[in-house]
């Protein structure tokens, strides 16, 4: 294994074992609940937003390593940005997972998120990864019905 990926290991292994930001949000504006019918991976993710800023975001649920690890990153990612730059994290992780990233981003700029660069090689775990991002960009939208990967 290289060095690299087991760096990117490391980091999926300490979020899954030590979520980020794990916990029920009493006070959120909005909370929405995805679902990978797949795997089994089931989640809330809880936003409080102050205007356009993301001022908290956390999550609950369950699921595989991936999923949960991808959770956690994303909420420790996108505390304190806007809607739109949440929107456009989304679209890059969307790129990454997918092994459809352009020249433009650099690898380097995703930070822990490139951890996830090997998800690309196994379908399977695509849905795992993004299904927090699916219900996260529910949440900013404000739309509150269940997220599911099917
Ligand atoms: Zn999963």
């Given amino acids: ?9 490391e980091v999926i292994l300490d979020h899954n074992k030590n979520p980020r930001n794990f916990k029920k949000m009493e006070d959120a504006d909005c909370s929405v609940e995805g679902y990978n019918p797949l795997c089994g991976d089931h989640y809330t993710v809880f ?8 001022s908290e975001i956390a999550f609950q649920g369950s699921g595989c ?11 420790t990612v ?3 940005k806007t809607r739109a730059e949440a929107e456009e994290w989304f679209e890059k992780f969307h790129h990454l997972v997918r092994g459809e990233m352009k020249g433009e981003t650099g690898i380097d700029e ?9 998800v690309s090689e196994f379908p399977a775990r695509v849905k795992c990864a993004i299904l927090p991002w699916h219900t996260m960009k529910n949440a900013i939208e404000m739309k509150k019905e269940t997220v599911s990967t099917e």
Avoid: C, N, R, T
């Fill in 78 to 80: 996108l505390k304190g």
């Fill in 65 to 75: 390593a991936i999923s949960k690890a991808s959770a956690s990153v994303m909420s």
């Fill in 1 to 9: 294994m290289s060095d690299l990926k087991a760096l990117y290991q």
């Fill in 47 to 54: 936003l409080k937003m102050d205007g356009e800023v993301i």
């Fill in 110 to 118: 995703l930070g822990k998120l490139a951890a996830f660069s090997g």
